[in-house]
């Protein structure tokens, strides 16, 4: 039987950033931190890039080496505690594709959320039903159980909207994503209310891409940009497709893509045009 997956964090990954700029502010290379510590060499890469969790001692230990006070060392021993919290996401973590818990783990750590849709309504505006429809006909072999249990995670994610420090979330949808019958009329028709509703929510911004604009920069695909707030934390585009899913943390990627939503915004109907541009949808529908 495989070993259990250990989804990385966002805690997780500030405590990988913390350790390797310990370690390059003692002088000291990884070599010579495997030579002192017995630490296995992959076993500190890993820890170093925040694949596996470190045990206490070993973060004790290696805090040690680097000559960090205790008031520091207590912050990241706390850090590695709250790393170690399991979320409701663990009841499906064995589930569902390592990618996608990874990325439900980020977004329900960011601060901010800037969401691109092409082709269909963003997964944190979505209805049960239109949600069912979509993963039903993304997942065509997937069983009845597996297609609920899909739903359940989605409707569960979309409670960082709705918590005491909810995420801020922008999103721009091209039009076609609100045309497509996803589920039937009925469906549609229920989804397109809602995105109404929802995007009255002061921390929920939503734009429309009409179809009039043209060609667009989001044309080759969809994309999310998430943010976090403390500096420490780099930004992280995320990337579905149909090759597989990308995390992309290059100052240049985070950059171009910065850049490119920027130009959607732009082209973008404003929200208010955008909520005037949704009204006879639902009529239509």
């Known amino acids: ?17 913390e350790l390797r700029s310990l370690r390059a502010l003692s002088g000291l290379t990884r070599e010579t931190v495997v030579e002192r510590t017995g630490i296995n060499a992959a076993t500190l890469y890993r820890i170093e890039h925040g694949r596996v969790r470190p045990q206490t001692r ?35 973590q064995s589930e569902l594709p390592e990618h996608y818990t990874t990325y439900i783990g980020f977004e329900g750590e960011a601060h901010s959320v800037w969401n691109y849709e092409s082709l269909f309504v963003p997964g944190l505006l979505q ?34 909207l709705r ?17 497509r019958q996803v589920g039937g009329a009925a469906v549609m028709q229920a989804q397109l209310r809602y995105l109404m509703e929802v995007s009255e929510l002061p921390h929920v911004t939503l734009q429309v ?3 009039d604009v043209g060609a667009h920069a989001g044309m080759p695909g ?32 985070v950059r171009r893509y910065r850049l490119i939503f920027e130009h959607l915004r732009a082209v973008a109907a404003s929200p208010d045009a955008s909520r005037s541009l949704i009204v006879p949808l639902i009529a239509e529908t």
């Open 58 to 92: 070993t973060l004790r230990t290696l805090l040690d080496l680097y000559g960090v006070d205790q008031d520091q060392q207590a912050e990241l021993v706390s850090l590695l505690r709250d790393a170690r919290q399991r979320g409701w996401l663990h009841a499906y």
């Open 127 to 160: 209805t049960e039903d239109y949600a069912r429809a979509v993963i039903r006909g993304g997942l065509p072999h997937a069983s009845r159980d597996e297609v609920e249990r899909r739903v359940e995670v989605r409707m569960e994610r979309q409670a960082v």
């Open 209 to 211: 891409i009409p179809f």
């Open 1 to 17: 039987m495989p070993g259990k997956r250990q989804t990385p964090t966002v805690r997780l990954r500030r405590l990988a950033a």
């Open 222 to 253: 969809s994309f999310v940009f998430m943010q976090f707030a403390e500096a420490s934390i780099p930004d992280v585009i995320y990337i579905d497709s149909m090759a597989g899913e990308l995390f992309l943390e290059e100052e240049g990627d």
């Open 163 to 179: 918590n005491d420090n909810p995420l801020n979330l922008w999103s721009i949808v091209d039009e076609a994503a609100l045309r």
